[in-house]
């Protein structure tokens, strides 16, 4: 990536982290909206929908830097050098992400790379995906009569090379969100059962949520495994686990644009293996 030679007497302009929610054009802010119609350069995570990036204009220049489970995507380093690039050049600088910015969205990062770099910002907070998912597939992340809480967690299995310690999150009366969960889907499954959460506790993986092709993989967490391996799983995708996810066949409402997997048949062929 080749970088501009920046001088302290340019006139920087400002940047803008702008969540895009989990998907659906509809759930974006108004301010993040605006912002957008009027950007100079926009630069996007893989996450954002096709829908939401058509509001870009057509004179902004647009970049992709998202960040994909296997795949090549731009370092956070060169991120964040081409953020203060691009704002010495351009007066409107839109950063944007799925979801929300601050929720494992790397956003404080970013901000801070700006501020070593004495540029102005502002932060426009979005629906993160764990909202999105849950109110589009009828599974509430809180309910009195079954949960007391709610824990939002990363997928990655490893802490600075220290495995997690799931007994810190395999309380009953817990709702757990995993974001960026399914390559580890097996290793999640264990560590949860070894640490005493109930092998019939239901959980979904709610794949490409508030999307036409939305779809609900529901299962009990003894199947978590074989949920993430279902042909039909697109990403991106995300994995509730607790009791709150049986309320889903009750709460459903977007039915006309989703769908309960049958993995019956996924799960005798991975226990015959």
């Known amino acids: 990536m080749t970088l501009l030679h920046l001088s302290d007497n340019q006139t920087k302009g400002k940047v803008y982290l702008l969540g895009a929610g989990p998907g659906d054009v509809d ?6 909206w605006r912002l957008l119609k009027s950007a100079d350069v926009v630069l996007y995570d893989a996450l954002v929908s ?5 509001l870009i204009p057509s004179h902004a220049e647009k970049i992709k830097v998202g960040k994909r489970a296997g795949k090549h995507s731009a370092a956070q380093s060169e991120i964040n050098r081409l953020l203060v690039t691009k704002a010495y050049t351009r007066s409107k600088v839109i950063r944007l992400k799925g979801g929300d910015p601050f929720i494992f969205g790397r956003g404080g990062e970013e901000l801070q790379a700006l501020i070593e770099a004495d540029i102005d910002f502002e932060v426009v907070p979005g629906i993160t995906a764990a909202s999105g998912a849950s109110a589009y597939a009828g599974i509430p992340l809180t309910h009195r009569d079954f ?14 090379g220290q495995p997690v310690d799931w007994h810190h999150y ?6 757990l ?10 290793t999640i499954q264990q560590g949860l059962l070894q640490a005493g959460r109930a092998a019939e506790t239901p959980v979904a993986i709610i794949s490409k949520a508030s999307t036409p092709q939305q779809r609900s993989f529901i299962g009990k967490l003894s199947e978590l495994d074989a949920l993430a391996q279902t042909p039909e799983l697109q990403m991106p995708a995300l994995i509730m686990i ?20 049958d993995i019956s048949a996924t799960v005798a062929q991975l226990q015959e293996n």
């Open 27 to 32: 759930l974006l802010t108004v301010k993040a």
């Open 147 to 160: 949960v007391r809480s709610v824990t939002f967690i990363t997928g990655h299995c490893q802490k600075q």
């Open 170 to 175: 395999a309380q009953a009366d817990n709702t």
């Open 242 to 261: 607790g009791e709150v996810v049986s309320l889903s066949s009750e709460l459903n409402w977007f039915e006309q644009t989703t769908a309960t997997a």
């Open 50 to 54: 096709e829908d939401i990036l058509a």
């Open 177 to 186: 969100v995993i974001y960026m969960g399914i390559i580890n889907a097996a």
